[in-house]
Protein backbone atom coordinates (compact mmCIF):
# COMPACT_ATOMS: atom_id res chain seq x y z
CA UNK A 1 0.00 0.00 0.00
CA UNK A 2 3.00 2.53 1.03
CA UNK A 3 4.32 1.68 -2.68
CA UNK A 4 1.29 2.64 -4.40
CA UNK A 5 0.79 5.65 -2.64
CA UNK A 6 4.05 7.19 -3.54
CA UNK A 7 3.76 5.90 -7.12
CA UNK A 8 0.63 8.03 -7.60
CA UNK A 9 2.22 11.09 -5.49
CA UNK A 10 5.71 10.53 -8.14
CA UNK A 11 2.95 10.78 -10.88
CA UNK A 12 1.06 13.41 -9.99
CA UNK A 13 3.98 15.86 -9.39
CA UNK A 14 5.37 14.79 -12.84
CA UNK A 15 1.72 15.21 -14.43
CA UNK A 16 1.48 18.70 -12.88
CA UNK A 17 5.22 19.51 -14.09
CA UNK A 18 4.18 18.48 -17.67
CA UNK A 19 1.26 20.31 -17.75
CA UNK A 20 3.25 23.60 -16.59
CA UNK A 21 5.63 23.53 -19.42
CA UNK A 22 2.21 22.56 -22.00
CA UNK A 23 0.36 25.23 -20.48
CA UNK A 24 3.29 27.47 -20.20
CA UNK A 25 4.10 27.12 -24.17
CA UNK A 26 0.27 27.20 -24.78
CA UNK A 27 0.21 30.93 -22.87
CA UNK A 28 3.05 32.11 -24.31
CA UNK A 29 2.67 31.11 -28.19
CA UNK A 30 -1.15 31.69 -27.81
CA UNK A 31 -2.21 33.85 -25.21
CA UNK A 32 0.56 36.45 -24.83
CA UNK A 33 -0.08 38.34 -28.07
CA UNK A 34 -3.69 39.06 -26.95
CA UNK A 35 -2.56 39.56 -23.17
CA UNK A 36 0.04 42.06 -24.48
CA UNK A 37 -2.16 44.01 -26.85
CA UNK A 38 -4.83 44.50 -24.07
CA UNK A 39 -2.04 45.73 -21.48
CA UNK A 40 0.90 46.53 -23.86
CA UNK A 41 4.49 45.24 -23.82
CA UNK A 42 6.65 44.96 -20.88
CA UNK A 43 7.24 48.38 -19.44
CA UNK A 44 10.64 47.06 -18.07
CA UNK A 45 12.07 45.73 -21.46
CA UNK A 46 10.45 48.81 -23.19
CA UNK A 47 12.24 51.37 -20.89
CA UNK A 48 15.16 49.71 -21.05
CA UNK A 49 15.61 49.78 -24.55
CA UNK A 50 14.39 53.63 -24.85
CA UNK A 51 17.16 54.61 -21.90
CA UNK A 52 19.76 52.62 -24.04
CA UNK A 53 19.11 54.05 -27.14
CA UNK A 54 19.09 57.38 -25.72
CA UNK A 55 22.37 57.03 -23.74
CA UNK A 56 23.66 55.79 -26.90
CA UNK A 57 22.23 58.77 -28.68
CA UNK A 58 23.71 61.08 -26.34
CA UNK A 59 27.17 59.68 -26.19
CA UNK A 60 27.07 59.75 -29.96
CA UNK A 61 26.46 63.48 -30.11
CA UNK A 62 28.83 64.70 -27.60
CA UNK A 63 31.71 62.85 -29.39
CA UNK A 64 30.38 64.33 -32.45
CA UNK A 65 30.32 68.05 -31.00
CA UNK A 66 33.97 66.93 -29.50
CA UNK A 67 35.13 66.18 -32.96
CA UNK A 68 33.70 69.51 -34.65
CA UNK A 69 34.70 71.74 -31.96
CA UNK A 70 38.46 70.60 -30.75
CA UNK A 71 40.50 72.25 -33.32
CA UNK A 72 38.96 75.64 -32.66
CA UNK A 73 39.78 75.12 -28.94
CA UNK A 74 43.28 76.68 -28.34
CA UNK A 75 45.25 77.23 -25.09
CA UNK A 76 46.40 80.42 -23.96
CA UNK A 77 49.93 80.51 -21.91
CA UNK A 78 51.01 84.00 -20.12
CA UNK A 79 54.35 84.53 -19.28
CA UNK A 80 55.94 87.18 -16.51
CA UNK A 81 58.77 87.67 -14.73
CA UNK A 82 58.76 88.14 -11.14
CA UNK A 83 60.81 89.91 -8.58
CA UNK A 84 61.23 87.84 -5.38
CA UNK A 85 61.93 89.01 -1.68
CA UNK A 86 65.53 88.12 -2.21
CA UNK A 87 65.57 90.45 -5.67
CA UNK A 88 65.74 87.12 -8.07
CA UNK A 89 64.27 87.46 -11.16
CA UNK A 90 61.84 83.88 -11.56
CA UNK A 91 59.15 83.54 -14.09
CA UNK A 92 55.42 83.44 -13.35
CA UNK A 93 53.20 80.92 -15.78
CA UNK A 94 49.89 80.81 -16.41
CA UNK A 95 47.42 79.01 -18.87
CA UNK A 96 43.63 79.75 -19.77
CA UNK A 97 41.66 78.67 -22.71
CA UNK A 98 40.16 80.37 -25.84
CA UNK A 99 38.21 79.52 -28.65
CA UNK A 100 38.99 80.46 -32.68
CA UNK A 101 36.32 83.62 -34.07
CA UNK A 102 38.24 84.27 -36.78
CA UNK A 103 40.37 82.43 -39.45
CA UNK A 104 43.42 84.81 -39.29
CA UNK A 105 43.38 84.85 -35.73
CA UNK A 106 40.93 86.81 -33.77
CA UNK A 107 40.33 84.46 -30.56
CA UNK A 108 37.81 85.08 -27.77
CA UNK A 109 38.97 84.51 -23.91
CA UNK A 110 38.42 85.81 -20.64
CA UNK A 111 39.75 89.03 -19.57
CA UNK A 112 41.22 87.91 -16.33
CA UNK A 113 43.09 85.37 -18.35
CA UNK A 114 45.03 87.74 -19.92
CA UNK A 115 45.29 90.80 -17.53
CA UNK A 116 48.44 90.95 -16.70
CA UNK A 117 50.33 93.63 -18.60
CA UNK A 118 53.67 92.85 -18.13
CA UNK A 119 52.97 89.17 -19.30
CA UNK A 120 54.13 87.95 -22.63
CA UNK A 121 50.84 85.80 -24.55
CA UNK A 122 51.04 82.57 -26.73
CA UNK A 123 48.60 80.67 -27.97
CA UNK A 124 48.52 77.18 -28.49
CA UNK A 125 46.51 75.31 -31.36
CA UNK A 126 45.10 71.76 -30.71
CA UNK A 127 47.60 70.58 -33.58
CA UNK A 128 50.97 71.43 -31.23
CA UNK A 129 51.51 74.91 -33.14
CA UNK A 130 52.41 78.02 -30.96
CA UNK A 131 52.26 81.60 -31.38
CA UNK A 132 53.13 84.89 -30.24
CA UNK A 133 49.28 86.66 -28.93
CA UNK A 134 48.91 90.46 -28.27
CA UNK A 135 45.71 91.14 -26.47
CA UNK A 136 43.72 92.70 -28.98
CA UNK A 137 41.16 94.82 -26.45
CA UNK A 138 39.14 93.91 -23.18
CA UNK A 139 35.64 94.82 -22.57
CA UNK A 140 34.75 96.98 -20.56
CA UNK A 141 31.37 95.64 -19.08
CA UNK A 142 32.25 91.89 -19.00
CA UNK A 143 35.09 89.03 -18.22
CA UNK A 144 35.87 89.09 -22.12
CA UNK A 145 38.97 89.65 -24.20
CA UNK A 146 39.84 89.18 -27.20
CA UNK A 147 44.02 88.18 -28.51
CA UNK A 148 44.86 88.02 -32.13
CA UNK A 149 47.58 85.56 -33.28
CA UNK A 150 49.12 85.85 -37.03
CA UNK A 151 47.94 82.73 -38.31
CA UNK A 152 46.04 81.28 -41.83
CA UNK A 153 43.05 79.08 -41.84
CA UNK A 154 42.10 78.50 -38.51
CA UNK A 155 39.00 76.39 -37.68
CA UNK A 156 36.37 78.81 -36.63
CA UNK A 157 33.10 78.11 -34.36
CA UNK A 158 30.02 78.28 -34.93
CA UNK A 159 28.25 81.12 -32.31
CA UNK A 160 24.67 79.65 -31.24
CA UNK A 161 21.86 81.61 -29.37
CA UNK A 162 22.00 81.44 -25.67
CA UNK A 163 18.28 83.16 -25.16
CA UNK A 164 16.90 79.68 -26.63
CA UNK A 165 18.46 77.71 -24.01
CA UNK A 166 16.00 76.10 -21.45
CA UNK A 167 16.86 75.08 -17.68
CA UNK A 168 17.86 71.21 -18.09
CA UNK A 169 19.43 71.25 -21.78
CA UNK A 170 22.35 69.22 -22.24
CA UNK A 171 25.39 71.01 -22.93
CA UNK A 172 29.32 70.44 -23.25
CA UNK A 173 32.26 72.30 -22.03
CA UNK A 174 35.94 72.16 -23.59
CA UNK A 175 38.44 73.90 -21.67
CA UNK A 176 42.25 73.69 -20.01
CA UNK A 177 41.15 71.68 -16.79
CA UNK A 178 43.66 73.06 -13.92
CA UNK A 179 45.92 74.72 -16.32
CA UNK A 180 47.81 71.09 -17.28
CA UNK A 181 45.24 68.81 -19.07
CA UNK A 182 44.58 70.75 -22.48
CA UNK A 183 41.24 70.20 -24.01
CA UNK A 184 39.88 68.21 -20.93
CA UNK A 185 35.81 67.18 -22.29
CA UNK A 186 32.90 67.52 -19.46
CA UNK A 187 29.30 67.73 -20.06
CA UNK A 188 26.32 68.44 -18.10
CA UNK A 189 23.41 70.75 -18.14
CA UNK A 190 22.00 74.01 -17.86
CA UNK A 191 21.52 74.16 -13.91
CA UNK A 192 19.95 77.93 -14.12
CA UNK A 193 19.86 81.21 -15.99
CA UNK A 194 20.32 84.54 -15.10
CA UNK A 195 22.85 84.39 -12.32
CA UNK A 196 24.41 87.38 -11.15
CA UNK A 197 27.45 86.81 -9.02
CA UNK A 198 30.84 88.10 -8.03
CA UNK A 199 34.00 87.17 -9.49
CA UNK A 200 37.51 86.99 -8.43
CA UNK A 201 40.51 86.27 -10.35
CA UNK A 202 43.33 83.62 -9.04
CA UNK A 203 44.77 86.21 -6.57
CA UNK A 204 41.78 86.89 -4.94
CA UNK A 205 42.58 91.09 -5.48
CA UNK A 206 40.25 91.75 -8.66
CA UNK A 207 36.67 91.40 -8.10
CA UNK A 208 33.88 91.48 -11.11
CA UNK A 209 29.92 91.75 -10.54
CA UNK A 210 29.01 89.89 -13.13
CA UNK A 211 25.21 89.61 -14.59
CA UNK A 212 22.72 87.40 -16.09
CA UNK A 213 25.37 84.38 -16.51
CA UNK A 214 24.41 80.48 -17.13
CA UNK A 215 25.10 78.03 -14.40
CA UNK A 216 25.96 74.55 -15.57
CA UNK A 217 26.79 71.23 -13.94
CA UNK A 218 28.99 70.38 -16.53
CA UNK A 219 32.72 70.67 -14.44
CA UNK A 220 34.43 74.07 -14.98
CA UNK A 221 38.11 74.00 -13.43
CA UNK A 222 40.82 76.78 -13.16
CA UNK A 223 42.37 76.66 -16.57
CA UNK A 224 38.98 76.29 -18.19
CA UNK A 225 38.36 79.91 -18.23
CA UNK A 226 37.40 81.38 -21.48
CA UNK A 227 36.83 78.44 -23.02
CA UNK A 228 33.16 77.04 -24.76
CA UNK A 229 30.22 75.98 -23.42
CA UNK A 230 28.39 73.86 -26.19
CA UNK A 231 24.80 72.58 -27.30
CA UNK A 232 24.53 69.57 -28.40
CA UNK A 233 24.57 70.88 -32.10
CA UNK A 234 28.39 71.78 -31.60
CA UNK A 235 27.85 75.91 -31.01
CA UNK A 236 29.29 77.91 -28.70
CA UNK A 237 26.03 79.20 -26.14
CA UNK A 238 28.69 80.29 -23.08
CA UNK A 239 31.88 81.42 -22.36
CA UNK A 240 32.88 79.66 -19.11
CA UNK A 241 34.48 82.24 -16.65
CA UNK A 242 33.76 81.07 -12.73
CA UNK A 243 34.04 78.30 -10.23
CA UNK A 244 32.29 78.63 -7.47
CA UNK A 245 33.42 77.29 -3.98
CA UNK A 246 31.03 74.06 -4.18
CA UNK A 247 30.80 71.02 -6.62
CA UNK A 248 29.22 70.43 -10.03
CA UNK A 249 28.35 75.08 -9.98
CA UNK A 250 30.20 76.68 -12.95
CA UNK A 251 29.10 79.64 -14.67
CA UNK A 252 29.46 80.77 -18.40
CA UNK A 253 28.72 84.24 -20.00
CA UNK A 254 26.36 83.66 -22.54
CA UNK A 255 27.44 84.19 -26.00
CA UNK A 256 24.19 86.36 -26.96
CA UNK A 257 25.75 89.20 -24.31
CA UNK A 258 29.57 88.38 -26.09
CA UNK A 259 28.02 88.80 -29.86
CA UNK A 260 28.09 92.42 -29.80
CA UNK A 261 31.67 92.27 -27.81
CA UNK A 262 33.04 90.47 -31.13
CA UNK A 263 30.52 92.60 -33.58
CA UNK A 264 32.73 95.78 -32.30
CA UNK A 265 36.28 94.53 -32.33
CA UNK A 266 36.02 92.86 -35.77
CA UNK A 267 34.86 96.31 -36.95
CA UNK A 268 37.03 98.62 -34.93
CA UNK A 269 39.53 96.48 -33.25
CA UNK A 270 38.11 97.73 -29.62
CA UNK A 271 35.22 96.66 -27.90
CA UNK A 272 32.74 99.03 -27.30
CA UNK A 273 29.74 99.57 -24.87
CA UNK A 274 27.16 101.27 -23.90
CA UNK A 275 27.25 103.20 -20.54
CA UNK A 276 24.61 105.01 -18.35
CA UNK A 277 27.07 105.90 -15.60
CA UNK A 278 26.04 104.38 -12.58
CA UNK A 279 27.85 102.17 -9.28
CA UNK A 280 24.69 99.82 -7.72
CA UNK A 281 23.97 97.21 -5.81
CA UNK A 282 21.20 94.46 -7.08
CA UNK A 283 18.42 94.45 -4.52
CA UNK A 284 17.43 91.48 -2.80
CA UNK A 285 15.12 91.02 -0.26
CA UNK A 286 17.81 90.66 2.22
CA UNK A 287 19.58 94.19 1.24
CA UNK A 288 16.09 95.74 1.01
CA UNK A 289 15.72 94.35 4.62
CA UNK A 290 19.42 95.48 6.23
CA UNK A 291 19.15 98.64 4.60
CA UNK A 292 15.09 99.82 4.41
CA UNK A 293 14.86 100.01 1.29
CA UNK A 294 11.03 100.04 -0.39
CA UNK A 295 11.32 97.43 -2.38
CA UNK A 296 12.99 94.07 -2.77
CA UNK A 297 14.16 94.09 -6.34
CA UNK A 298 15.63 96.74 -8.72
CA UNK A 299 19.11 98.74 -8.97
CA UNK A 300 20.25 100.96 -6.33
CA UNK A 301 22.55 103.54 -6.55
CA UNK A 302 25.08 103.27 -4.02
CA UNK A 303 28.89 103.16 -4.08
CA UNK A 304 29.48 102.73 -0.16
CA UNK A 305 32.49 105.27 -0.80
CA UNK A 306 32.86 109.13 -0.81
CA UNK A 307 36.02 108.35 -3.78
CA UNK A 308 33.67 106.35 -5.81
CA UNK A 309 30.50 108.26 -6.83
CA UNK A 310 27.41 105.95 -7.73
CA UNK A 311 26.35 108.62 -10.29
CA UNK A 312 29.40 109.58 -12.58
CA UNK A 313 30.09 113.45 -13.18
CA UNK A 314 29.03 114.03 -16.44
CA UNK A 315 27.76 111.00 -17.54
CA UNK A 316 24.25 110.22 -19.25
CA UNK A 317 22.61 109.31 -15.72
CA UNK A 318 24.18 112.33 -14.16
CA UNK A 319 22.81 114.39 -17.32
CA UNK A 320 19.29 112.92 -16.67
CA UNK A 321 19.52 113.97 -13.13
CA UNK A 322 19.86 110.63 -11.55
CA UNK A 323 20.86 110.68 -8.03
CA UNK A 324 22.97 108.44 -5.27
CA UNK A 325 20.28 106.24 -3.53
CA UNK A 326 17.41 106.24 -6.67
CA UNK A 327 16.15 102.59 -7.25
CA UNK A 328 16.15 101.95 -11.19
CA UNK A 329 13.24 99.59 -11.03
CA UNK A 330 12.94 99.14 -14.97
CA UNK A 331 14.55 100.17 -18.49
CA UNK A 332 12.02 100.65 -21.50
CA UNK A 333 9.09 98.03 -19.71
CA UNK A 334 11.57 95.48 -18.13
CA UNK A 335 12.10 95.30 -15.06
CA UNK A 336 15.52 95.26 -13.32
CA UNK A 337 15.49 91.89 -11.05
CA UNK A 338 18.19 89.44 -10.11
CA UNK A 339 17.82 87.86 -13.25
CA UNK A 340 17.58 91.13 -15.13
CA UNK A 341 20.77 93.40 -13.91
CA UNK A 342 20.93 96.94 -15.19
CA UNK A 343 24.38 95.73 -16.68
CA UNK A 344 23.16 93.10 -18.41
CA UNK A 345 19.81 94.67 -20.12
CA UNK A 346 22.31 97.90 -21.57
CA UNK A 347 23.47 95.42 -23.41
CA UNK A 348 20.17 95.26 -25.67
CA UNK A 349 21.21 98.67 -26.86
CA UNK A 350 23.93 100.92 -28.66
CA UNK A 351 25.85 103.93 -27.63
CA UNK A 352 23.43 107.31 -28.72
CA UNK A 353 20.43 105.01 -27.94
CA UNK A 354 17.60 107.31 -25.89
CA UNK A 355 16.05 104.41 -23.31
CA UNK A 356 13.26 105.08 -20.78
CA UNK A 357 14.60 104.71 -17.10
CA UNK A 358 11.97 103.99 -14.31
CA UNK A 359 12.84 104.98 -10.88
CA UNK A 360 12.02 105.72 -7.21
CA UNK A 361 13.11 108.46 -5.30
CA UNK A 362 11.96 108.60 -1.44
CA UNK A 363 9.55 106.19 -2.49
CA UNK A 364 7.52 108.64 -5.32
CA UNK A 365 7.87 106.81 -8.92
CA UNK A 366 9.58 108.77 -11.70
CA UNK A 367 10.19 108.09 -15.39
CA UNK A 368 13.26 109.71 -17.39
CA UNK A 369 14.84 109.85 -20.22
CA UNK A 370 18.70 109.23 -20.69
CA UNK A 371 20.64 109.06 -23.64
CA UNK A 372 23.47 106.29 -23.34
CA UNK A 373 27.46 107.08 -24.18
CA UNK A 374 29.99 105.24 -24.98
CA UNK A 375 32.87 102.82 -22.77
CA UNK A 376 35.75 101.00 -24.39
CA UNK A 377 38.71 99.73 -22.56
Known sequence: MEKISKKWIVGIVLLSFLSGMIGGGVFNKLLMPYLEKWLGKSNQVVINDKVEKITVEENSVTIDVVKKVSPSVV?????????DFFGDISKKQGKGTGFVLTGDGLILTNKHVVSDKNANYKVITTD???YDAKVLTTDPSYDLAIVKIDAKNLKVVDLGDSDELEVGQRVVAIGNALGEFENTVTAGVISAKGRPIVASDSTGEEREALEGLLQTDAAINPGNSGGPLLNLKGQVIGINTAVANAENIGFA?????????IDSAIKTGKIIRPMIGVRYILITKDIAALNDLPVDKGAWLYSGSQLKPAVLPDSPAAKAGLKEGDIITKVADTEVDKSHGLSQLMQKYNPGDEIEITYLREGKENKVKVKLSKVSE
Open 128 to 130: GKD
Open 75 to 83: TIVGTANVL
Open 253 to 261: IPVNIAKPA
